[in-house]
Structures are given as structure tokens and as C-alpha cells.
């Protein structure tokens, strides 16, 4: 069945280093969502794309921080330079923005920045 | 400004019914949803409301107040793989959609 997938799935780096986070949404959805979790926080939106255009960013730091979906079948999040208390698990999900607007997640990728 | 607030944990018994509370506030409401997370996994989807009244769906039903800012997911004859956390998320628009997760309800089915 159709699923999003992530890559990679656990990611260590030293403080610093460049973080390229991808996704591929199922097939057929309209939006795209990259989500920041942690303990402290919980879920945090970060960016949205609606049919491959950025819908919404506000919640994400701009000057390290950013996301782009170069075609319909992959989404990037990228973090330069990253720091540690950029750790956390990023999701990313996919879904159609009509109907009951449901979200299907990815697996995560764990993050962590020494 | 946005703020959504949900109980940090609750404990129930095998085969009992629960109900998970939810309060939001924020601007431009455009629906409510509610996932089910379990450790170490991603959020899944349970149920959508948009507007006022009970969804039902199997054992598992939510309800939304738009007036009061308040909603609650129900869960009947509590099995022990309904232990998880409970995820409240509301999304406004200002403009363009906002997504607002409440930090989840953690859920402990005892036997």
C-alpha cells in the first residue's frame, strides 16, 4: 500500500555540518507537510507545500532552515549549519486538501546534532 | 494567539471507556483533528471534525464545540494497543492554512 517515505531514518553530525532530509509523498497528494518533534515541544509545523508551492514557512528559523520540493515525487528539508538543539525527529507528511484533509506521515527521520 | 491544551497523561483500565479532552483557542478555525502516535512511531490519523456534533467511528468517536473551543476524542472498550498518545491538532487560516498540534495526551490501558 502507499506509504511516504524518508531518508534517512537516523542521522548523527557534529555541529556545523549540512542536514539533507528527503521525502517522497504517495503518489497522487496535493500538500506536503515537514513537521520538527520533540519532548519539550511536541509537533511543530514547519513548512507546507501546496502542489509543489510553498504555502507556508513561518514556522521554521530562516536563517538555517530550508525546504523545497524540486518535483512532485520529493520534498527536501536542509539545515546549514545545524546545531544541537536542532535534534529532534523530523516527519514529513502528504495528503489532498479536500475531504477529511488526513495526513499520512512519514516514519521520521531521527536527528542528532553533537 | 494560538494555544491548544490537552491533559499530559491518563490511565484506564482494559475494556473501559475514556474520554480525552481537548481546548483550543486560535483564529480563523477551519477544523479539528485528532491522531493516534505510539512510541517511536509516526502520528496516524483518526478522525476529522469541522463542524459542531459526534463523529463516530467504530470504537473511536470525537466530538467538536466550535463556540466553547473544545473537543474530546472518545474511546470504548479500551484494548491494551490503545496505549499511545493522543494528538489534538487544529488548523486556522490567516491567509493560509496554519496546522497547531497540542503536545498529546499519553495514554497508559492498564489490564
Known amino acids: 500500500d502507499a506509504r511516504v517515505t524518508q531518508t534517512p531514518r537516523d542521522k548523527v553530525t557534529e555541529m556545523g555540518q549540512e542536514v539533507t532530509m528527503r521525502c517522497q509523498p504517495i503518489?497522487?497528494?496535493?500538500?506536503v507537510f515537514w513537521y520538527r518533534q520533540t519532548m519539550m515541544q511536541g509537533l511543530e509545523l514547519l513548512a507546507y507545500?501546496?502542489?509543489?508551492?510553498?504555502?507556508?514557512d513561518s514556522g521554521m528559523p530562516k536563517d538555517r532552515f530550508s525546504a523545497e520540493m524540486p518535483d512532485a515525487t520529493l520534498a527536501t528539508l536542509k539545515i546549514q549549519p545545524s546545531e544541537p538543539r536542532d535534534s529532534a525527529v523530523y516527519f514529513c507528511?502528504?495528503?489532498?486538501?479536500?475531504?477529511?484533509?488526513?495526513?499520512?506521515f512519514g516514519p521520521g527521520t531521527r536527528l542528532t546534532v553533537l | 494567539g494560538q494555544n491548544i491544551d490537552q491533559p499530559t497523561e491518563m490511565t484506564a483500565t482494559e475494556g473501559a471507556i475514556v474520554q480525552i479532552n481537548c481546548t483550543y483557542q486560535?483564529?480563523?478555525?477551519?477544523?479539528l483533528f485528532w491522531y493516534q502516535q505510539h512510541a517511536g512511531e509516526a502520528p496516524t490519523f483518526l478522525s476529522y471534525?469541522?463542524?459542531?456534533g459526534l463523529e463516530e467511528k467504530g470504537r473511536f468517536s470525537s466530538f467538536l464545540s466550535r463556540s466553547k473551543g473544545y473537543s474530546y476524542l472518545l474511546l470504548k472498550e479500551l484494548q491494551m494497543k490503545d496505549s499511545a498518545s493522543y494528538l489534538c491538532?487544529?488548523?486556522?487560516?490567516?491567509?493560509?492554512?496554519?496546522?497547531?498540534f497540542g503536545t498529546g495526551t499519553r495514554l497508559k490501558v492498564l489490564a
Open positions: 507545500f501546496r502542489n509543489r508551492a510553498p504555502l507556508d
Open positions: 503518489l497522487g497528494h496535493n500538500t
Open positions: 471534525n469541522v463542524l459542531d
Open positions: 507528511a502528504s495528503g489532498r486538501d479536500y475531504g477529511n484533509n488526513e495526513q499520512f
Open positions: 491538532a487544529v488548523r486556522e487560516t490567516s491567509g493560509t492554512y496554519k496546522y497547531i
Open positions: 486560535t483564529s480563523g478555525f477551519n477544523g
